[in-house]
């Protein structure tokens, strides 16, 4: 998929890759998409809670070799 932004928050552990990808969102147009990529394992679920609660949507999410790629899309 493609995407518009990009967001590396490898690294970083709970709450930061979310405080980030709201950042990032909030600096974003709507209906543009963002890809966020992470190593903190309990990211998925929060990605997922953050989604439902904002609105935003979860396109997409992987992991390979320990990084987790999520797609993003803004409302």
């Known amino acids: ?7 590396d928050v490898r ?3 709970c709450p930061l890759p979310i405080l980030r990808t709201k950042k990032a969102l ?6 543009e998409k963002l ?3 992470a190593t903190d ?8 809670a953050f989604a439902n609660q ?4 979860l396109l997409a999410h992987s992991e390979t ?3 987790f790629e999520y797609l ?3 409302k």
């Open 1 to 7: 998929m493609t995407f518009d932004h990009e967001l």
């Open 11 to 13: 690294g970083l552990n």
């Open 26 to 31: 909030a600096a974003m147009a709507s209906g």
């Open 35 to 37: 890809k966020i990529l």
């Open 41 to 48: 394992p309990g990211s998925l679920k929060d990605m997922q």
């Open 54 to 57: 904002t609105g935003n949507v």
């Open 65 to 67: 070799g320990g990084v």
């Open 72 to 74: 993003l899309q803004r």
